[in-house]
């Protein structure tokens, strides 16, 4: 099921980014210590109670030297256009500009469901300052205060409140999704066209095109996929829509609706900054993930080259060490039909439930070789395992102290599994839990 999207919108300096930073915080600074995972700050997971939503810093959208009325508008579009409710927030210091009542007219329009977040109201004392703000137009003004993080509660609350009802979306479970991203100018349309063109691929019918993606569904040794393409989609003369940021976001909505994740690379130019953090957004998704080192004709091709090659991706993308690496060219067809196989393998893996008494063989196994270990005098108890969830593969393990399973050893139980159930192409997830 989709997660709802909510946008903040707002001119500078009034605190979008520091409601941002703690709505979303906690998360980031947990993906921030994932090795070799950096980010840019304007997609993010949060959480408000049981609900997990999709949070976009429209303000983190720069457009160069636009004029400040220029880039505000077409930051509200950006919000009007992706997400299901908007926060549009005010300075409860300054009152009502000229620029809050441009952005108010565009939200107004919309339709969409909009919350007003009145910041800086960091005392009780100063909650008459928010009475003007009613005259937005949005209803009620939320008082809120970014560096104290005060009223965000009822702020959420009535995001959450204006949350589409989801249809549970009808997904054939047999269908394997996939997309492919990368930096522009990786290959990621030559390839889409390959795979499409090949021999042994029969593309069904014609694509379900969505405002951010081409999804075309074929089949190919009897299965059943569907290629999820937004590389066609960029060229749409908006500013905003020419952004990398703006890139970035389309892509994580690819990723989102995917099993298996290609990440590109360009062998011509090799592995830069960008690259890793693109990976590094399928990687934290929980998706399956398959590297694909494309335009592997412009390197002199032999076995020695592919190993130095893959040598470097794995120091690179070092949090991807489960993604097999394909080589191959989308402009000469080269080793393209060795990419199928392999999304397909990362995908049954994706999906792959391993039974409660065999993984208990395997972890039992495992303590016999490799005893857990103490802390301050205390031994690490582990009483048994199971498999909880798929897609990713995800597994519980029930001890004495969850505090007592550090890093090292939980890396190491999850090589023992990888090792006995072959987890090729797929992240999993190993979580402790307490019984005594
Ligand atoms: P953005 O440009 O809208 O993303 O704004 P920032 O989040 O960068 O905040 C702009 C400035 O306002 C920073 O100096 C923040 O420390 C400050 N600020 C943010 N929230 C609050 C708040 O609730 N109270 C006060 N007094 N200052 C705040
Ligand atoms: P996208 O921006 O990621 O969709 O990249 P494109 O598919 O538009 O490709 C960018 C450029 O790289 C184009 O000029 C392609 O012809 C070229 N290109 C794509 N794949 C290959 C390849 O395998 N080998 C070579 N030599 N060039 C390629």
Same mark, same amino acid.
């Given at each position: 099921m989709r997660k709802s999207i909510v946008a903040i919108v707002g001119r500078p300096n009034v605190g979008k980014s520091t409601i941002f930073n703690r709505l979303v915080g906690e998360r980031i600074s947990i993906v921030e210590d994932t090795p070799g995972v950096t980010r840019d700050r304007i997609y993010a997971q949060a959480e408000w109670l049981t609900t997990t939503f999709n949070l976009i810093d429209t303000g983190g959208i720069e457009?160069?030297?636009?004029?400040l009325l220029v880039q505000m508008r077409e930051q509200a579009e950006v919000a009007i256009r992706e997400a299901d409710v908007i926060i549009f927030m005010v300075n409860g210091r300054e009152g009502i500009t000229a620029a809050d009542e441009e952005v108010a007219k565009l939200l107004f329009k919309s339709n969409k469901p909009v919350v007003l977040g009145v910041n800086k109201i960091d005392n009780p004392n100063m909650r008459d300052e928010i009475y003007e703000f009613y005259s937005l137009g949005f209803g009620e003004p939320f008082p809120i205060s970014g560096t104290h993080g005060l009223g965000l509660g009822d702020l959420l609350d009535q995001v959450v409140d204006y949350f589409p009802i989801k249809e549970t979306e009808i997904v054939?479970?047999?269908?394997?999704?996939f997309s492919l991203i990368g930096r522009p100018n990786v290959g990621k349309s030559s390839l889409v066209n390959a795979l499409l063109q090949q021999e042994r691929v029969i593309v069904s019918e014609i694509a379900g095109t969505t405002r951010d993606a081409i999804d075309t569904?074929?089949?190919?040794?009897? /299965?059943?996929?569907?290629?999820?393409?937004? *590389?066609?989609?960029?060229?749409?003369? +908006?500013?905003? =829509?020419?952004?990398?940021?703006?890139?970035?976001? /389309? #892509?994580? $909505? *690819?990723? =989102?609706?995917s099993d298996v994740?290609?990440?590109?690379?360009? #062998? =011509?130019?090799?592995?830069?900054?960008?690259?890793? $953090?693109? #990976?590094?957004? &399928?990687? =934290? *998704?929980?998706?399956a993930v398959v590297i694909v080192v494309n335009k592997w004709d412009t390197v002199e091709s032999d076995e +020695? #080259?592919? $190993?130095a090659f893959?040598? +470097?991706v794995r120091v690179h993308f070092p949090f991807l060490d489960y &993604?097999?690496?394909?080589?191959?060219? *989308?402009?000469?067809?080269? /080793?393209t039909h060795t990419l199928l196989p392999h999304v397909l393998e990362a995908s049954e893996n994706h999906t792959k439930r391993i039974e409660t008494n065999v993984l208990n063989d395997v972890i039992m196994d495992a303590l016999a070789m490799n005893p857990t270990p103490t802390m301050k005098g205390k031994r690490l108890k582990i009483l048994y395992a199971t498999q909880v969830s798929? $897609?990713?593969?995800?597994?519980?393990v029930f001890v004495n102290d969850p505090e007592l399973l550090h890093f090292s050893y939980e890396r190491f139980l999850e090589n023992r599994i990888r090792e006995a159930f072959g987890f090729q192409g797929t992240p999993i997830k190993i979580f402790a839990r307490r019984r005594q």
């Open positions: 457009l160069g030297d636009e004029p054939d479970e047999d269908t394997i999704h569904p074929f089949t190919n040794n009897g /299965r059943d996929y569907v290629i999820i393409d937004t *590389a066609g989609m960029r060229k749409r003369g +908006k500013i905003y =829509e020419s952004t990398e940021k703006y890139s970035i976001l /389309r #892509a994580l $909505k *690819a990723i =989102e609706r994740v290609l990440t590109l690379i360009d #062998a =011509e130019t090799g592995i830069i900054e960008q690259d890793k $953090k693109i #990976a590094g957004y &399928a990687h =934290e *998704a929980g998706k +020695k #080259a592919m $190993k893959e040598d +470097k &993604a097999p690496i394909v080589f191959l060219s *989308a402009k000469t067809k080269k /080793r798929v $897609k990713p593969p995800s597994f519980v």
